[in-house]
C-alpha cells in the first residue's frame, strides 16, 4: 500500500497559510485605515504646537536679550547723552557696539539692533553711528518713536525694503510717549522662522505660514506671499476666529483639506498648515501597497517553504516509510510473501527506528570505548597530574598496550620545526600521528633498560613518557638524550623535516610526571634562542645574567632614541645587538615577545603622534600575532625591524610636512608685519593669496605662534600705534588709518584693551617722562 504523506501535507499547509496571511492583512488594512486619519490629525498637531512653542521661545529669547540691553549704562548714555562726540562719549558707544555685536553674534536670529535717539538725532548699530538725516533709507524708524505702545511686534513696514518682522522697544520702556527719548528696534530674521516648518509630516514648506491677528502673512517659505492676506480664502474667518489650537475641514474641488492651526498667547499670531486630501490618501495607498506586498511576500515564502519541506523531510520520510514495509514484507529467504500484508503501522516504525538509534549509541559507546581512544585519555590523564598513582592506573595501561616501570620518568616535548611550511604540505595531526608510531618503535627498540609511550597532545606538539627500569638522575637523563638525538636523526633522514625536543627533569615517583612534563613544555619555548632541530635541556638554557639583562635593557633605550633621530640604518644595527643580548641572557620565546612589544611601545612614545598610536593599538592584537609565530629570533628581528622601518617612515613625512608648514607661517607674518596698514588683510586674503583654506591657515597659525590671527594683527597694529604716538605729533585720527583701522571707534577699543587706557592718556603718559 502506497502512502501519499508528502502531497497531502503540502496541500494543507499550503492552504491554511494563504487564509492565515490573507485574513491577516484584511484586517490589519482595516484597522489602519480607521486609525490613520486619527493618528494623522494628532500627531500634526502635536507636531504644530512643538513648531509654535520653538517660535515663542526663538521670541522670547530675542525680547529678553533687547531689554537687558536698554538696561545697560551704555544703552542709557546713548539716549540721554546730548550726542557731542568727546573721546570719552566714543568710548561708551565702542563699547555699546561691542554689546551689539556679541548679541548679534550670540543669536542668528537676529539680523540686526539699531538704536535711534531723539537727544542727538543719531542712529546706531553693531557697526555704524551717524545721523539719521544722512540715512533717508532708515527713516522708517522714526514712525515708532510716538508709538503708544510699551513695545510690541510688528511687520517690517514697506519703506524697510524687507520680509523680516521686527521687535519695537521704546527707551525707556516703561515711560509713556511724551517722556520716551529714543526707540530700539531689533529685526527678526524671517527665514529662521520659516525653517522650523520643515519638521511637518507633509510639509513642502509652502503649505506652512504664520499669520497675524489680521490675516496677513508674516512668514513662509515663498518670500511672495509674505505681507499677503489670507482672507479670501473659506477656512480663514473660522481659523482666526478660535483661539488655541484645533483644526477645521474644508471642502474643495479636489477633496477634503485639513486646515491646523495654533495660537500664540505670547504674539497673538497663528501657525496655520494645510494638509490636503491627496496627502492623506497618499498614507492610505502607501499602508495598502505595503500590505499587499508584505501578503505576496509571505505567501512565496509559505508556499517556497512548505515545498522546501516537503522535498526535504516529508518526500524522503514518506520513500524510508515504503522501505521499511518492503524489508518488513520480505520472507526469511528473500522473496515476496504470497499473501497480501497490511501496511506498516506507525507503532512499528516507532519500535523499527528506535532499534536503529539503539544500535548507533551502542556502535559509538565501542567506538569510545576502544584501545586508541582510552590510550589518549589516560595518557592526558596521568600528564595533567589527574592520576597519580602507579598501583591503580597500571591495569589500564596494559590493556591499552602501554608499558612503564614503576620509577624513575622523564617526559619529553616533541615540536616541528617551520610549522608555517610544514601546514602547506599536508596535515599536521598526520604528521603528528606518524612521529608518535616511530617514538614508540624506537622506545620499543632499546629493549627493557627504557620503557614508554607517545600521543599527540595538542595541534603543535607530541609529549613521550619515558620510564626507566633502574638508575641515577644523570644516567637516565643521559639516555633520554641519546634516544632523543636519535629519534631527532631518525625524523630528519626519514621525513624530511627537523624537530626539536625539550627534555624535563628526572623524577623518581609516578605522581611527579606532571612537573617533568610542565618543564619540558617551559623548555620547548626556548626553541627561539638555540633555533631549529635543537635537543633543549635545562643545563643548555641556565639561568638568567643580571648583568647581561641590564645590557638588553640599554639596548632597548638606544633603540628609543635611534628611533627619536629617524635613523633607520642606526636603529637596524642597534636592534641587532639588542638580540645577540638578548640571545645570551636566555629569555624564553614569551619574554621576547613582550620585549619586542615593549620596543614598540618605546618607539610609539618617543614619535608622540597620536595617529600612530591609534593604529598601533588597532593592529596591536596582528602583531602580536605575528611576533607569537616567529620560530627564530631571526623571524622576529626581521618582523620588529620592519615595524620600526615603517614608523621612522613615518615620521619622516611628519617632520618633512611639519617644516614647509613652518615655512608657509614664516611667511605669512613676513606679509603680515610688511602690510598690516592695509584695512583689508584677514585670514580669507591671506588664504587666497597663499592658495591654502582659511581653517588650514588657521590652525597652523596658532600650532606655531599659540595665538589667532586676528590677536596678533592687534598686537602689530598696536605697537606700530605706540611707535606712532611717542615718536610723532601725528592725530589720533590720522594713526589709526596709519595702522590700518577705518573705524576709530575700533581702534579705541583695541588700543585700550590692549594698553589699559586710551591714546591721548598713553601719549600724556610717555610725554611727561
Known sequence: MKRRISAKVQLIYTALFILIILTTVAISYISSIRQLEAQVIGSNQ????????????????????????????DTRSFFEDSGLDTPQHLLGLSMLQDQLGNSLGANFNMKGIYLYSENSGKLLSAS???????????????????????????????????????????????????DRSGVMVTLINEKSISKMFDDLQFSDSYNVFLVDGNGNVLSHKDPKQIHQSILDNS???????????????????????????????????KLIYIVSQHQLSTLSLTVRYILIGMALLMVIIAVSATRFVNHRWYAPMEFFIGRLEEITERTPSGFQSGASSSALSYNDLHNRI???????????????????????????DILTGNRT???????????????LYPEHYIVLTIEFDNKAMLEKVGDMNLYLYALCNVAEEMIRSRQDKVKGAAIQMNDEQAVMILSFRAGGNAENTAEARSLSEDFMAYVEVQFRRTISISIGGHYDHFHDIRRSYLESAGLISCKILLGHNALITSSDVGAWDSGRLLEVFESVDAVQETVKQVNAEKTGIVLEELFKRAARCNLSKEMMVQLCLQVILKALRTAA????????????????????????????????????????????????????????????????????AESDISVNYLADRFNISPNYLSKLFKEYTFSNFVDYLIEVRMKAAHRLLLETPMKLNDIAEQVGYTNFSSFLRNFKKHYGMTPTEYRQLHLKR
Open 46 to 73: 502635536n507636531v504644530l504646537s512643538q513648531i509654535s512653542k520653538r517660535v515663542d521661545s526663538t521670541l522670547q529669547e530675542i525680547d529678553l536679550t533687547t531689554i537687558n540691553l536698554l538696561r545697560s549704562n
Open 128 to 178: 555704524d553711528y551717524y545721523p539719521l538725516e544722512s540715512a533717508p533709507s532708515m527713516g522708517w524708524i522714526k514712525s515708532f518713536t510716538g508709538s503708544a505702545q510699551a513695545g510690541k511686534w510688528n511687520a517690517s513696514p514697506p519703506a524697510a525694503q524687507s520680509s523680516d518682522f521686527l521687535l519695537v522697544r521704546n527707551y525707556p520702556f516703561t515711560a509713556g510717549p511724551k
Open 235 to 269: 477656512y480663514a474667518s473660522r481659523v482666526l476666529a478660535r483661539d488655541g489650537r484645533g483644526y477645521v475641514a474644508e471642502k474643495t474641488a479636489n477633496g477634503r483639506n485639513l486646515i491646523f492651526y495654533d495660537n500664540s498667547s505670547y504674539t497673538g499670531w
Open 354 to 380: 528506535e532499534q536503529v538509534f539503539t544500535g548507533y549509541s551502542n556502535a559509538e559507546k565501542k567506538l569510545h570505548e576502544s584501545i586508541p581512544a582510552l590510550k589518549l585519555q589516560i595518557m592526558f
Open 389 to 403: 598513582k602507579f598501583a591503580s592506573v597500571e591495569p589500564m595501561l596494559k590493556h591499552v598496550g602501554i608499558e
Open 609 to 676: 603622534d597620536s595617529s600612530l598610536n591609534e593604529q598601533f593599538q588597532t593592529e596591536h592584537e596582528a602583531v602580536f600575532i605575528r611576533l607569537q609565530q616567529c620560530e627564530t629570533l631571526y623571524e622576529m628581528r626581521m618582523v620588529l625591524s620592519s615595524l620600526m622601518a615603517e614608523l621612522i617612515q613615518s615620521l619622516q613625512e611628519k617632520r618633512s610636512m611639519k617644516k614647509k608648514s613652518g615655512e608657509l607661517i614664516e611667511s605669512v607674518l613676513s606679509y603680515v608685519t610688511e602690510h598690516y
